[in-house]
């Protein structure tokens, strides 16, 4: 079964603790207990807006699973006792798991992810979408808002064209020269483009690393972005540059 979960509103802006990293503990626990095997986490962020109530960057973490069917109930209510634990003071965490095989209007889902990076949406809204298609959404304190996000971050997750993955891949020091075949031999990069052309580079192309080398999930692939260097080769783009995904 192949699974969608995604979190958000979780943290504060005190807290150094953020929604990527309680992401990453869920994902975690998963796979060490043998509920599934996970795939890496995406951050997907959302429409930022004096009317949308937000607790830190209004940006939702989601991730997929592969899990047998008889684990479901027993990841969500580990994800939702983890919410209640873990979250920050003053957030109001919110929780969307998705069966993708079951979803009879997976572009209603999507196209919900699309509305919230550019519209004031309630929770109503969100509920109202998740009875419809049947996918489990819940809150865990606060004011729940954060459903809004849960419930977006897995239809922008399942559209495969948005958002960054979480954190930095171990390829080198920076400043290091890698091969694009170097690169695609990672098991976490399936392609590398130039960020404004979008054009695909060839094996024996340059690059140089940066500072924190990120991919974004494009195509439903995780697509490392360079820009070209004055000196010749490439360069990764930095964490700045990527802001826009």
């Not at 309630?122 to 865990?140: N, P």
């Not at 808002?145 to 239809?155: E, F, K, M």
Request: proline fraction near 4%.
């Amino acid at each position: 079964m192949h699974v969608l979960l995604c979190i958000d509103d979780t943290d504060n802006l005190e807290c150094g603790f953020g929604t990527g990293k309680l992401a990453a503990q869920i994902s975690q626990t998963i796979e060490e207990r043998s509920w599934g095997s996970c795939q890496p986490i995406s951050r997907h962020q959302l429409l930022v807006h004096p009317d949308v109530p937000y607790t830190s960057h209004n940006s939702a973490m989601c991730f997929a699973v592969n899990i047998a069917t008889d684990y479901l109930q027993q990841i969500i209510s580990f994800a939702g006792d983890f919410l209640t634990d873990h979250s920050a003071t003053g957030s109001d965490p919110g929780l969307c798991v998705v069966e993708v095989e079951k979803l009879a209007a997976p572009g209603r889902l999507i196209d919900f992810g699309y509305r919230a990076k550019r519209e004031v949406l309630c929770k109503d809204d969100a509920y109202r979408l998740a009875s419809e298609l049947k996918v489990h959404l819940s809150e865990y304190g606060g004011t729940g808002q954060g459903v809004v996000g849960a419930l977006a971050g897995t239809g922008l997750r399942l559209g495969g064209n948005d958002g960054r993955f979480r954190g930095k891949l171990p390829l080198g020091s920076p400043g290091e020269v890698l091969s694009v075949k170097q690169l695609l031999d990672h098991p976490l990069i399936d392609r590398v483009e130039a960020l404004h052309s979008g054009q695909l580079l060839e094996e024996n192309d340059q690059v140089t690393l940066g500072e924190k080398v990120k991919t974004i999930l494009r195509d439903h692939q995780a697509v490392l972005l360079v820009t070209p260097r004055q000196k010749g080769g490439w360069e990764t783009c930095p964490k700045e540059q990527l802001k826009i995904f």
